[in-house]
Every structure is written in structure tokens, then in C-alpha cells.
């Protein structure tokens, strides 16, 4: 399971920290992300992030997000600065893992996050 927090209300021009933990049987976690959704629209990719720390932004957050992860924790996090009120969104956290299942045998998932509400005003 993947559990999102820290959203919150901000006003435009501040910052907020978003987290996500992953609960449960994980053998390990290989590719991680954010992605939002704002009223009305698809969900969009935010960032990404690889087991090795790779990491991958849309156009319009680079320079303002910052995608990171703890993996002793099973954590993901992101940091945004300089948010706009387009920024608004119920945000997500996306993650790939391996649970063992035991007997060398392995199962590979994906899972979202329940998201966390984002709001930022003008």
C-alpha cells in the first residue's frame, strides 16, 4: 500500500513537501512517481524517479520540484518551491515494487497512492 501526505493549502510563491510511504510486503521498489490531477483534466506526470536515483521531470516543474526517495524507509517524497495557483491538484504517488513471495518466487506490482490534495492560492 502506498500512503500520500502533506498536503495542504500555500499560498502562491511558497513551498510544500510531499510524502508518500510504502506499507506492506515489499521485497523492493524499483521505479517511483508523482503525478497530479487537477479539477476537470487527465492525470499528468510531475516526476519520476529510478531505484538508482534517476530522475525524470515534466517540463513545467523542472527547476521548482525536486523528486527524492529514502529507501531504507520506503519513502518518497517531493519538494516544490515557487508553486502557481495552476499547481493545484490532487497528487499522487505511483510506485513499481517486488514482493517475495517466497520459495524464490517473486510477484512484480504497481500501485497508486490514495493522493493528497494540493491547493494553491492566488
Known amino acids: 500500500q502506498l500512503q500520500a501526505s502533506g498536503g495542504g493549502l500555500v499560498q502562491a510563491g511558497g513551498s510544500l513537501r510531499v510524502s508518500c510511504a510504502a506499507s506492506?510486503?515489499?521485497?523492493?521498489?524499483?521505479?517511483m512517481g508523482w503525478y497530479r490531477q487537477a479539477p476537470g483534466k487527465e492525470r499528468e506526470l510531475v516526476a519520476t524517479i529510478s531505484e538508482g536515483d534517476i530522475t525524470n521531470y515534466a517540463d513545467s516543474m523542472k527547476g521548482r520540484f525536486t523528486i527524492s526517495r529514502d529507501n531504507a524507509k520506503n519513502a518518497l517524497y517531493l519538494q516544490m518551491h515557487n508553486l502557481k495557483p495552476e499547481d493545484t491538484a490532487v497528487y499522487y504517488c505511483?510506485?513499481?515494487?517486488?514482493?517475495?513471495?517466497?520459495?524464490?518466487?517473486?510477484?512484480?506490482?504497481?500501485?497508486w497512492g490514495q493522493g493528497t490534495l494540493v491547493t494553491v492560492s492566488s
Open positions: 506492506g510486503s515489499v521485497f523492493s521498489i524499483n521505479n
Open positions: 505511483n510506485a513499481e515494487y517486488r514482493t517475495d513471495l517466497g520459495g524464490g518466487y517473486y510477484l512484480d506490482s504497481a500501485s
